[in-house]
């Protein structure tokens, strides 16, 4: 085992394929920093694409830095010593920009980490030339930032092939202006429409603290920030997102990741990424096959990514160019009423063991709440489908808590997963080998930008009985294995999801304390269940409001009040209706609605 951080990255290094090196001389420096292990953050796409973006340009160097992990941790601890890029071993406080890729609430607390590791101040007004500037982007600072308004410069927001480069342009020239940091996050935010600096607003508070307003205090700065977007259903595979460096130590191996699509239109009240990645957009057949041709001349495992994979247009013949050119694939997710017997069958081929499908929730009028345009039959005929093509196994998701849960529809659970375990044995029986059941289930978190962003999370008490019910109802059945998340775990995750600027402090606190977040809630002087067990009003003003993604809160507020009736509305046609707002963007007066 390597002794020194060098040696180490070194031969992390010389495994990878694609990897950008760059001479510094005259170029904008910039770290890019996924606030998690190694393995995990090069298993991510977006991150991916956002090293990609950087380096595309001669005037950028990009280099990555990511939490260490277990014996590279020991050694960044050791006195003397600081954490380190991988491209080139330098220290983060030589860059000129670090950015965060942030997709996941429960990585905040390891920015911190990394920013203690680095020996660079938390707070932006303790940081002075010539330190570098703290950025961040990805999906989590689209949907709510607020929690991490203390600590960052500027957040970039929405898709970065849109905003991207216009940013580097403008940061490079008051970057060498001689201007001071808090004029250059001023000149920022007066002429990037999509940036968002947290010190030029001023949140102010009604007594029972809830938000009373949140206003800009320089001229020139917006009131609503834009949430940029990307077309990315042009004809050119250009626009494919797709890995650009391959090595065997990420959770996919050596496997290219292609993005498929973006954003999903089945409209499922609960999904962030179903409201602020809309429109849906899926790349045209032409254009993802000429990029398949591409990956699989690098290797011969491809990984297909989309909201929904067998929804998209020609999946089939797709498939069967990789099966036909001797490659294997997988796929992020599958929907149970679009699955075909070509695709499985392909699956099949591929060697996957393993299909997913997530009916959510137990009972047909759950998922009328949630909006997920799924019966029991489809489910069970997806089941059957599956189980006669071959002894795949089979991943259930579940969500507990949602909104209107009912003790019945927590027992339909049970007898649905039973009802697909009896099918299963009964479409298998000849073929002698029997698909297991991995069941998933997770606590409903909220989230903003969806008509769920009113509800509260569930007491933690309350969704622990519920796990330990359906834990022994289905104890007895043989082939069923279940998993759960931690209810106290998703409560936190509840709170930096959907908090504000004060909910800081707790993060702070928790990192001071060395990541115990039941004593820094409880010595916080912040109540964190004022975020997380309280019911929002439907003219509330929420942390989140400032930032624009063309979606109007009153369809948001229409949703919220069907979902309460547990009335379905119709999924995305997208250019063909105008009801969510977001397809009317180009239209200020449309946008602008509350």
Not at 54 to 83: A, I, T, W, Y
Not at 264 to 292: D, K, M, W
Not at 483 to 498: G, K, N, T
Request: charged share 25%; hydrophobic share 40%.
């Amino acid at each position: 085992m390597a002794n020194d951080i060098i040696s180490l990255y070194r031969a992390k290094l010389a495994l990878e394929k694609g990897t950008v090196r760059k001479d510094w001389g005259g170029k904008l420096s910039v770290a890019l920093i996924y606030p998690n292990y190694y393995r995990l953050g090069m298993s991510n796409l977006g991150f991916q694409l956002v090293y990609h973006l950087f380096n595309k340009r001669p005037d950028v160097v990009c280099e990555r830095v990511f939490l260490p992990e277990d014996h590279e941790m020991s050694l960044c601890l050791r006195p003397g010593k600081s954490l380190l890029s991988l491209e080139s071993q330098s220290r983060l406080q030589k860059f000129d920009l670090l950015a965060f890729s942030l997709s996941f609430e429960n990585d905040y607390p390891n920015i911190l980490k990394i920013l203690e590791l680095s020996n660079i101040p938390f707070f932006v007004d303790e940081r002075a030339d010539p330190l570098p500037f703290i950025m961040a982007g990805g999906v989590t600072t689209f949907l709510n930032p607020e929690p991490l308004a203390s600590f960052f410069d500027f957040f970039l927001l929405g898709e970065a092939e849109t905003n991207l480069n216009k940013f580097i342009d403008l940061f490079k020239e008051l970057n060498k202006s001689g201007l001071g940091r808090y004029e250059i996050r001023l000149k920022l935010a007066q002429n990037i429409n999509t940036l968002y600096v947290p010190s030029l607003y001023r949140p102010e508070y009604n007594q029972d603290g809830t938000l009373k307003s949140f206003l800009p205090e320089n001229d020139g700065v917006p009131e609503r920030v834009k949430s940029a977007w990307f077309p990315v259903n042009e004809e050119s595979d250009d626009n494919v997102a797709f890995s650009t460096i391959t090595t065997p130590d990420t959770e996919f191996g050596n496997k290219i990741l292609i993005e498929l699509g973006r954003g999903c239109g089945q409209s499922c009240r609960f999904c962030a990424a179903g409201y602020v990645y809309r429109p849906p957009r899926i790349h045209t057949e032409e254009a993802l096959r000429n990029c398949f041709e591409k990956a699989m001349n690098r290797s011969d495992r491809v990984g297909l990514l989309s909201a929904v994979v067998s929804d998209v247009p020609g999946i089939g013949n797709l498939a069967a160019l990789i099966i036909n050119r001797g490659c294997r694939f997988s796929v992020s997710s599958l929907r149970a009423e679009s699955l075909t017997p070509e695709l499985l069958d392909h699956l099949k081929q591929a060697g996957q063991r393993t299909i997913t499908i997530a009916p959510e929730a137990g009972s047909e009028r759950l998922r009328r709440v949630v909006n997920k345009h799924l019966t029991n039959d489809k489910i069970i005929e997806a089941v059957k489908l599956i189980a006669r093509t071959g002894d795949f196994s089979i991943k259930l998701y579940f969500l507990i808590g949602l909104p209107t849960e009912a003790n019945k529809d927590l027992a339909e659970i049970a007898d649905l997963v039973k009802s697909i375990r009896h099918n299963i044995i009964k479409e298998s029986a000849l073929r002698g080998r029997i698909g297991r059941i991995k069941l998933s289930v997770n606590c409903f978190v909220p989230k903003p930008f969806t008509p769920f962003q009113w509800f509260p999370f569930e007491q933690i008490l309350s969704l622990k009985k519920k796990q330990k019910w359906l834990k022994k109802s289905l104890a007895k059945e043989g082939g069923i294995k279940i998993s759960f998340d931690v209810p106290r775990w998703a409560y936190v995750q509840s709170l930096l999801a959907m908090g504000d600027r004060r909910v800081g402090s707790i993060l702070l606190k928790a990192h001071r304390l060395g990541g115990d977040w039941k004593k820094a809630m409880r010595f916080s002087d912040v109540n964190p269940d004022f975020f997380v067990y309280r019911p929002k009003n439907l003219d509330e003003l929420l942390p989140w409001d400032f930032i624009d993604h063309g979606i109007l809160k009153r369809h948001l507020e229409s949703e919220y009040k069907m979902a309460l009736k547990a009335e379905e509305s119709d999924i995305c046609h997208v250019g063909k209706c105008v009801r969510c707002g977001v397809c009317a963007r180009g239209n200020d007066s449309a946008t602008d609605l509350r």
